[in-house]
């Protein structure tokens, strides 16, 4: 992994907690860099970004104050979901992930060639959503 492609992931992930890029915005510029995905853990409070290779590189993120629910609601998620899609009024990363981990998410692996979203509760159940026209 080149130095280009980790100063893309920490930029990613700055402006995505600092509501300075949206979702599509980060996957086209961490595409361009190479990676093929990447995964937000909120237990740990990491985000891992992947290259096609094998290579990983582990980045530490912001911590979310809200226990993860023991169980996924998938209705709860979809609807902080849909919020963040549509940037509603107010929307931000960090209340997205505040009511992800109320809805049960402990985490989620996102997959570029896949076009999807896979959100993973702790009992492991599972949440897939595909991308929209990006």
């Known amino acids: 992994m080149d130095d280009h492609q980790k100063r893309t992931a920490q930029a990613c992930m700055e402006?995505?907690?600092?509501?300075?890029?949206h979702f599509p915005d980060i996957i086209g510029a961490l595409m361009e860099a190479g990676f093929e995905g990447y995964a937000i853990d909120y237990r740990r409070a990491t985000a891992t970004y992947?290259?096609?290779?094998?290579?990983s590189l582990e980045l530490g993120a912001h911590a979310v104050?809200?226990?993860v629910a023991p169980r996924l609601d998938a209705a709860c998620l979809q609807q902080a979901i849909r919020?963040?899609?549509?940037?509603?009024?107010?929307y931000t990363y960090r209340g997205f992930?505040?009511?992800a981990v109320s809805a049960g998410c402990a985490g989620y692996v996102v997959s570029f060639s896949g076009r999807r979203a896979l959100y993973i509760g702790r009992d492991a159940e599972t949440h897939v959503e595909h991308f929209p026209q990006l």
């Open 15 to 21: 402006a995505a907690e600092s509501d300075r890029m």
């Open 50 to 55: 992947y290259l096609p290779d094998g290579q």
């Open 65 to 67: 104050s809200t226990p």
């Open 83 to 90: 919020e963040a899609q549509q940037q509603q009024p107010g």
């Open 97 to 99: 992930c505040e009511k």
